[in-house]
């Protein structure tokens, strides 16, 4: 299947993708220059994930971002894209909340934003029902199964999921049960591989893998992981592409050299009056000598 490179990506290009095993490239960007590299690299979805309360905001976890921070840094990433489809990531607590409130946060994302989607953790009862009445209210939703970062303090850490046969049936049911909802795609996350492929086998909607094991349809990354931005532990399926935290330490470190040792800014740097002006300084000068001892009426 040859894509179109002007096409507006969709949930129907991305289930048609699956169908033709060609793999869905996704990562996350929460702001305007990222948004465009990404989008003219050719990556389909780009994610504004709450991992920004994280990897941009400096908090702990991604409990504490609201739905402001999350609105405001989707403006940003809808303004870069041209094709790529942007889902914006249901915060903590903005979704837990009776079906009305829930619906109208995750509009905010379509209406104020310009997402073309959202992205809520969980297949409990109540999140699939609430899967249910956004689909009904044209909000393209996007589940999440497996290690669910805002259960983080239930799940007692950021810890593989599915391990034991309990665990894996809930997962995989989960799953089905959001397809059956009406979400258009899940993400799979920090799950052993066999059951990643045992759920991508069963779907028809894609899956979208990170920690999941190569068989997922699409697999996503956090870009500050990927880039080599992020700084402490690493968990063990991000592959760093760069190290941007090296270049970036370089480049400063070489300014503070340069401005203390006077190399910068040098005459290329700077700006002359024009040469038909050289009296300009002089009266200038003459000027301020006048107003300093200028007597007081």
Not at 10 to 29: D, N
Not at 48 to 64: A, I, N, Q, R
Not at 74 to 98: C, E, N, Q, W
Not at 262 to 286: F, M, N, S, T, V
Request: glycine share 8%.
């Amino acid at each position: 299947m040859v894509q179109d490179s002007t096409t507006r990506v969709s949930s129907c290009l991305l289930q048609e993708l699956k169908k033709q095993k060609q793999k869905i490239i996704a990562l996350t960007a929460y702001d305007y220059p990222t948004a465009k590299i990404l989008d003219e690299a050719g990556v389909e979805v780009i994610l504004v994930g709450d991992s920004l309360g994280m990897v941009v905001l400096g908090y702990e976890t991604t409990l504490p971002v609201t739905m402001e921070e999350m609105i405001h840094h989707t403006k940003a990433v809808t303004r870069a894209r041209k094709r790529a489809m942007v889902i914006g990531d249901l915060p903590y607590l903005s979704f837990h909340l009776s079906l009305k409130d829930s619906i109208l946060n995750a509009a905010r994302f379509i209406k104020e934003a310009g997402a073309d989607g959202v992205k809520l953790e969980g297949a409990s009862p109540q999140r699939l029902e609430l899967v249910k009445a956004l689909v009904e209210a044209e909000i393209p939703v996007m589940g999440h199964v497996g290690l669910t970062p805002q259960s983080v303090q239930k799940l007692g850490g950021f810890k593989v999921q599915g391990m034991d046969e309990e665990k894996a049936e809930a997962i995989f049911r989960g799953a089905l049960e959001l397809e059956k909802a009406g979400a258009f795609s899940v993400v799979l996350e920090s799950i052993p591989l066999e059951l990643a492929k045992e759920i991508t086998d069963a779907l028809k909607i894609p899956t979208i893998g990170i920690g999941a094991g190569p068989y997922c349809d699409g697999q996503i990354l956090v870009i500050n992981d990927l880039l080599g931005l992020t700084s402490g532990h690493l968990p063990r399926f991000v592959k760093k592409y760069a190290d941007l935290t090296g270049i970036i330490s370089r480049a400063v470190n070489d300014y503070i050299s340069d401005v203390r040792q006077a190399r910068y800014p040098e005459d290329q740097h700077c700006y002359h009056l024009p040469k038909g002006k050289p009296g300009l300084i002089k009266k200038l000068r003459q000027k301020t000598v006048r107003e300093k001892y200028k007597k007081p009426d």
